[in-house]
């Protein structure tokens, strides 16, 4: 009952605490890139700068969140990927080297978090498992994106 009566308190307290994170990974991708990536960590940045508005938008919308959860499915495989290997995943450039692990469970922790976000906002249930089957195959999207990265930049 207190969740559903603070359902857009919630909403806007979830996304300032994950614009603060990608306010820090933004900041790292445009000021401290790795060298190796840094046409890609500019898009990247660019990305979520227009995420982070789009988020503050429409905050009270299960739409939105639903978008986060794929998102940060796909940086979740994406970060295990360079943890799995031993090498930065770079998520936040040069900024904090080494911080494969660490943005894996802060990606999995925003995946959830963005799955009960939706759920208070009253999205269907039949709606969140589709989505929540649809993150799992961005999970391993992000992870063959990563891997694809690696055998580019990083083997030449």
Request: aromatic residues 22%; glycine residues 4%; proline residues 2%.
């Amino acid at each position: 009952m207190f969740l559903k009566k603070h359902k857009k308190l919630i909403a806007l307290s979830a996304a300032i605490l994950i614009s603060c994170f990608l306010l820090l990974a933004i900041y790292g991708k445009l000021f401290h890139p790795s060298e190796n990536l840094k046409k890609l960590e500019h898009w990247v940045g660019f990305f979520e700068i227009i995420f982070i508005i789009s988020l503050f938008f429409y905050r009270n919308n299960w739409q939105i969140w639903m978008i986060t959860t794929i998102m940060f499915a796909s940086f979740a495989g994406y970060s295990i990927f360079w943890y799995r290997v031993k090498l930065p995943c770079a998520c936040m450039g040069t900024l904090i080297p080494h911080i494969s692990l660490l943005s894996f469970f802060l990606d999995l922790t925003f995946f959830v978090l963005s799955l009960g976000v939706a759920y208070l906002l009253q999205i269907k249930r039949f709606a969140l498992y589709f989505w929540t089957c649809l993150g799992c195959t961005f999970f391993l999207i992000g992870y063959a994106f990563a891997e694809k990265i690696y055998q580019k930049s990083i083997l030449l």
